[in-house]
């Protein structure tokens, strides 16, 4: 499969595993969060009774967990393509 082609056959899949990673992510977020803070809901950014602190560090948190899951969740479907066809996604 040529270079074109596999990108194009990979793009598809590509979209699908970045919607599943925002919503693993997600679920994952408000886990860690729950346990860490002890609340059942982060706080927003807009969110006038929390405090900087609180924000920023829910805010990196969030990042954090949703930049490992989505390069998981991206290597894994990278793999999976290597196996159906033999080539590597580009």
Not at 33 to 57: F, Q, S, V, Y
Not at 66 to 86: E, I, M, N
Request: net charge positive; aromatic share 6%; charged share 20%.
């Amino acid at each position: 499969m040529g270079k074109g082609i596999n990108r194009l056959a990979y793009k598809p899949v590509g979209l699908l595993l970045g919607v599943a990673a925002g919503a693993v992510a997600g679920m994952v977020f408000k886990q860690v969060w729950k346990t860490a803070a002890g609340d059942d809901d982060a706080p927003n950014a807009t969110d006038e009774e929390r405090g900087w602190g609180e924000i920023l560090a829910a805010a990196a948190l969030q990042g954090a967990i949703f930049a490992v899951v989505k390069a998981a969740v991206d290597r894994s479907g990278a793999v999976a393509v290597r196996r159906a066809t033999g080539n590597w996604p580009t």
